[in-house]
């Protein structure tokens, strides 16, 4: 008698999905339910928590510092939105442009800063903003008769438009080529017409070229809106030290870090953590509801 393999077309499919079931368990979905049970606890030693009820939750409320983290992080967010936005979308209807030069170098030039390590990128901007009187952009002031400032440690918005600045070079890059790619899938056809019926390049832009990339638009606010609260690589470099004045640089996903791991305090950090996820799957609804994600356009 023939004896039947492991391997059979009916095993087959959940033997070939058992290593994604079983690390998307293993990495997500335990570290989620270990993360609730934490918030409830606080710890007292190594590997040992004591029950504390809400009052993880509860700490939430009076916490001086959480506000300032949750302004930073909405500061930031919106900052980049709006930065990455108009900018990538300019830069890619010129480098969509046949008659831009050289247009395809600067296509490749563009996502460099992309494939740059999140710890030299910071590095770098740290010692570019520095409070040195010699560092680049004091030199620059300097030539401009104005004093030489201390940018990361100077204000809260000073603070904020670092980590713009900082995310949006090493972003952009990506961001102009998901609307490049969006840009090539709009029909010539569409723009002949349109000039045809006398729009000039405005009317053009905004009546055939924003509702051609409507989709890769909605995607990009996205991505940018939740790279922005959940930000942590940038904040951490470029304010390596545990404290700021004011909490300048201080994101949400950093003071959980600080809390976790500098604090020790892991039930506090789990509670910060699922209060961010929680309030992360309401604004996942609110945008697909605002912007009608998954409905079927009618003809």
Same mark, same amino acid.
């Given at each position: ?117 999140? &710890? ?5 901007? $740290?010692? %570019?903003?520095? =409070?040195?009187?010699?560092? +680049?952009? !004091? #030199? ?82 996205? &991505? ?5 609260? $959940?930000? %942590?690589?940038? =904040?951490?470099?470029?304010? +390596?030290? !545990? #404290? ?56």
């Amino acid at each position: 008698m023939k004896k039947r393999g492991i391997i059979t077309q009916k095993t087959a499919p959940y033997l070939f999905c058992a290593p994604f079931v079983l690390s998307f368990c293993i990495f997500l979905i335990y570290p989620m339910i270990n993360m609730i049970y934490l918030s409830f606890r606080k710890m007292q030693g190594i590997g040992s928590y004591r029950y504390v009820g809400t009052a993880n939750y509860k700490r939430i409320l009076t916490d001086t510092h959480i506000g300032t983290a949750i302004w930073n992080s909405i500061g930031f967010t919106v900052g980049i939105i709006v930065v990455n936005v108009v900018l990538a979308l300019l830069l890619a209807v010129v480098l969509n442009n046949r008659l831009t030069p050289l247009r395809n170098v600067f296509r490749s030039a563009i996502y460099i800063p992309a494939l740059t390590s999140i &710890i030299v990128a910071g590095i770098f901007f $740290r010692l %570019f903003f520095g =409070s040195n009187a010699d560092t +680049p952009l !004091n #030199t620059v002031m300097r030539f401009f008769g104005a004093a030489p400032k201390e940018w990361l440690y100077d204000t809260k918005l000073t603070g904020i438009i670092t980590l713009v600045i900082t995310s949006t070079w090493r972003w952009l890059g990506t961001n102009v080529l998901y609307f490049l790619s969006a840009l090539q899938t709009i029909p010539e056809e569409l723009y002949d017409a349109a000039y045809v019926d006398g729009a000039n390049a405005r009317q053009r832009f905004f009546h055939v070229t924003i509702p051609g990339i409507r989709p890769i638009l909605i995607f990009v606010v996205t &991505i940018l809106t939740y790279g922005g609260l $959940r930000m %942590f690589g940038e =904040s951490y470099v470029l304010w +390596p030290n !545990n #404290t700021t004045p004011g909490d300048i640089g201080l994101t949400i996903v950093l003071y959980i870090y600080r809390t976790a791991f500098g604090q020790f305090d892991m039930g506090y950090a789990s509670a910060m953590s699922v209060v961010l996820f929680v309030f992360l799957m309401i604004l996942n609804i609110i945008y697909i509801r605002f912007f009608g994600i998954g409905k079927k356009e009618e003809a």
